[in-house]
């Protein structure tokens, strides 16, 4: 039997109306502070993530879908959302557009990492950039907005940190400090904390071991070593965020080990998520850019997973469709009538089906009452009769009559 591919999933219909509620909500609180939406291709050239995202990172090293599209030219399936987007607006000139450009998308990204709850290989993301504005209130806004796109569906538990990273520049000057801290404490690291000294001294921060613990915590703070204009933004955004009533906790270990991060960088989780807590995150870009060989221009972001909100969202309240009228056949001779009946039913606007699996009288009206229909047509050859469900009324009419009839009915309703 061929079933779906590992990591992968479908969507069926039950869980597709509570995504449907996702991206309402996400239009609205987004498309409410003027984010509009914008969809980029399913994939893109290779080197746009190598450049975008980075060489260093897990993702390009061992996660993208990477082939070649017969032409010799190397595609890779998109696994994350924001160099297509830089992108897009580098090869359509939105530099020329009032500034910043703020735009959101609702897309499927693709990452080949083991599967577990919350992690797959084909997932959603939910996500906002706005491209062109430096300024602490664009960071603020963007977080703010994230906290009541959760909150509008009900995410439990959530936790938000914050933190800056400077400048490239700073960091860099900061992680050599940092080496030469670990290498003085070398003797109470855990053996796989100093053999990454030299490579990647921040993971230090993550470390679980006792001995390596203690030496972090009193190892020098990023947040401590920013350059003046860097704190003064960060300490704007956090001021913004106090006034908008938005708790945080300041976690000056979050890091990212991308080199053209700068300045705010943040994480939602939720505690109702197992070991992938994450909900989702982002922060600021301002090197990214140049990186595409577009001009320098500033921005911030988020993405968040789709499916990480919908399991730590609990039941989500969705509308049962309605059904206005079902049509049914009295007899096999009455089909193109029926037909026409529920097809003109649905042009005047209600929402009709027609019965299409061939059942007995009795086993339509059950079928009728199971998906909830308003009124059921009966259709035979001498005439019509609707069916009001609720009441049990039963009025014989021609054809042409049923349609005013259930749209009157609606009204007086
Ligand atoms: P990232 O682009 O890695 O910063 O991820 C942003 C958000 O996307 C995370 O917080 C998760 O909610 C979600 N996410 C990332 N990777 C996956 C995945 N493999 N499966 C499901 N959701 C994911």
Redesign the pocket.
């Known amino acids: 039997m061929i079933q779906a591919p590992k990591g992968t999933f479908d969507v069926l219909p039950d869980d597709a109306v509570r995504r449907e509620r996702l991206e309402r909500e996400a239009a609205r609180v987004l498309g409410a502070a003027g984010y509009r939406r914008i969809e980029t291709p399913a994939f893109e050239a290779t080197e746009l993530f190598t450049r975008g995202v980075g060489e260093a990172t897990d993702i390009v090293q061992k996660e993208m879908y990477t082939f070649d599209d017969g032409g010799g030219r190397s595609l890779t399936l998109r696994p994350?959302g924001t160099a297509p987007v830089c992108r897009a607006y580098i090869e359509h000139g939105m530099h020329k557009l009032p500034q910043p450009v703020k735009l959101w998308y609702l897309s499927s990204f693709f990452?080949a990492?083991a599967p577990q709850r919350?992690?797959?290989?084909q997932?959603w993301?939910v996500g906002a950039e706005a491209i062109g504005s430096a300024s602490p209130e664009t960071d603020a806004e963007l977080i703010v907005l994230l906290a009541e796109l959760l909150e509008a569906l009900g995410v439990r538990g959530v936790k938000l940190t914050i933190s800056s990273l400077g400048s490239p520049e700073t960091r860099a000057e900061y992680r050599d400090e940092l080496r030469g801290y670990l290498r003085d404490h070398e003797q109470q690291l855990s053996p796989e904390v100093r053999g990454r000294i030299d490579l990647n001294p921040l993971r230090a921060f993550d470390a679980s071991d006792r001995g390596t613990r203690e030496v972090m915590r009193d190892a020098p703070k990023l947040l401590d070593r920013l350059a003046p204009e860097d704190a003064e933004h960060f300490a704007q955004v956090r001021a913004l965020l106090d006034d908008a009533g938005i708790h945080y906790e300041l976690d000056p270990a979050l890091v990212r080990g991308l080199d053209y991060y700068t300045r705010t960088l943040f994480e939602f989780s939720s505690d109702a998520l197992g070991a992938q807590s994450?909900?989702?995150?982002?922060g600021r870009y301002d090197r990214l850019m140049e990186l595409l060989d577009g001009p320098r221009t500033p921005g911030c972001g988020w993405?968040?997973?789709v499916?990480?909100i919908l399991l730590s969202a609990g039941e989500l309240p969705v509308q049962a469709d309605v059904v206005d009228l079902f049509v049914s056949l009295a007899s096999d001779d009455v089909g193109r009538t029926a037909f026409s009946l529920a097809l003109q039913a649905r042009r005047a606007g209600l929402n009709a089906q027609l019965e299409l699996a061939g059942r007995s009288l009795r086993g339509q009206l059950r079928h009728a009452d199971r998906i909830g229909a308003r009124y059921v047509a009966i259709v035979g050859e001498e005439g019509t009769s609707l069916k009001n469900m609720e009441t049990g009324e039963q009025l014989e009419l021609s054809p042409n009559e049923v349609i005013p009839t259930i749209l009157r009915g609606s009204r007086l309703s």
Do not use: D, K, L
């Open positions: 994350e990452r990492e919350g992690r797959y290989r997932f993301q994450g909900v989702g995150g982002g993405a968040a997973g499916e990480r």
